[in-house]
């Protein structure tokens, strides 16, 4: 007898990047694929530092079962974390931690998703949003961008057309698109927001990566500005590109009834998020050890996020279309056809692995209307040597 599986899997299909993973075994590939940080930009000293000082100061609370809500003590530290981005009057009971800011998207989806209703999302956009809303019954609907993030005209419009139940964004660095969404659009957003009354999530794991001046204020920081604004926006952040993935860390603001509905959710899921990697990560903020680590990790993936761009402008030429990331892990880039190279992100990925590189092909994180043309590439965890020679195996490929 066949296994009488949920329904709503039939909205969602294995991550096309997971099974990627499945072609990178062959020896001496160089992968640009992963959306990973560098582990080797890991503050491990640090992080051992106060993992020891968590179960110092408190080993009880740092062993034990915690409240749904967050250790109170990370609580503290993330608001004041918020407050030194912009955020003003943020309390600690006006966040609540969450396994890593997926968690907090598959909260959004549980609280706010009937089957049917329509969200708005970036094209492109994080693959595992589009899979996770999807899982709860959401006909997801595409904003398209450009190099300076959503394009808040055909948002508006999409909005006024479909009355979604959320708009969902990545502002700062977006994945895949590395796009930067300027100060006037993200003025904009908050205007729409409060205009038709559509609540705004905003996705932020990548807003502290930048390696010139530093972007425009989170929307959420902004939404002091707009009246009305803020009892309109949840804002999600994570420690995971910046401190450790392996600590699933992250946080979610938001108005305090969907706060209070995604904290019963949570009780249902996980109970907790890890109360020693909550009290490990407390203890590593409390120490004033970040904004070290940030200027080291933003120097780093600056240096190869430029050798990437060289390179690819080097080897491709007017083959390959790109904005050179501002921060972020990401160059999204267009294949043209020029000179009568490979114009399609599908068939280059699979001349590529042939050639020993890896990279992911654009079309899965659309959720309509894919641009095939399309590819990811990540620089942030191979060495600049590695990239050099990468970026020649995929200009090999092109032709």
């Not at 907790?272 to 780093?300: C, D, E, I, N």
């Amino acid at each position: 007898m066949p296994t009488p599986f949920a329904d709503r899997l039939n909205n969602v299909e294995t991550s096309a990047i997971r099974e990627l993973f499945k072609l990178l075994g062959k020896p001496g590939i160089i992968s640009f694929a992963g959306g990973f940080p560098d582990s080797a930009m890991f503050d491990v000293a640090g992080i051992k530092e106060a993992a020891n000082q968590a179960l110092t100061d408190e080993p009880g609370a740092a062993l034990q079962y915690g409240a749904t809500e967050g250790y109170n003590p990370l609580r503290e530290q993330l608001a004041a974390f918020m407050a030194s981005k912009g955020v003003k009057g943020l309390n600690p009971d006006g966040l609540i931690v969450t396994t890593g800011s997926q968690q907090a998207l598959d909260l959004l989806g549980k609280t706010l998703i009937n089957p049917g209703d329509k969200v708005i999302v970036e094209g492109p956009t994080f693959l595992a949003t589009i899979q996770c809303f999807r899982l709860y019954g959401a006909d997801v609907i595409t904003a398209p961008i450009d190099g300076q993030g959503v394009q808040t005209d055909k948002l508006e419009a999409l909005i006024a057309e479909h009355k979604p139940k959320f708009v969902y964004l990545i502002p700062t660095f977006g994945n895949p698109s590395g796009a930067l969404l300027s100060l006037e659009r993200r003025k904009r957003v908050l205007e729409l927001a409060v205009k038709y009354q559509t609540l705004v999530v905003e996705d932020d794991p990548y807003g502290d990566l930048y390696f010139g001046d530093a972007p425009p204020p989170s929307i959420y920081a902004l939404s002091d500005s707009v009246p009305g604004s803020r009892e309109l926006l949840a804002h999600c952040g994570s420690m995971s590109k910046v401190l450790s993935p392996g600590l699933r860390v992250g946080w979610m603001i938001a108005p305090p009834e969907l706060l209070a509905r995604a904290t019963m959710c949570k009780q249902f899921s996980d109970a907790h998020t890890s109360t020693f990697a909550q009290a490990t990560a407390a203890q590593y903020l409390k120490a004033g050890r970040m904004p070290a680590t940030l200027a080291k990790v933003r120097q780093v993936y600056g240096e190869r996020a430029r050798v990437m761009g060289d390179a690819l402008r080097r080897e491709l030429g007017d083959a390959i279309e790109f904005v050179q990331p501002q921060g972020g892990l990401f160059v999204w880039a267009r294949l043209t056809g020029a000179g009568g190279k490979v114009s399609n992100g599908n068939e280059l990925a699979k001349r590529a692995i042939e050639q020993g590189v890896a990279f992911v092909p654009g079309a899965p994180f659309y959720a309509s209307n894919p641009d095939l043309a399309t590819l990811r590439l990540s620089f942030a965890t191979a060495d600049v040597g590695k990239i050099e020679e990468g970026v020649g195996r995929l200009g090999k490929a092109s032709l």
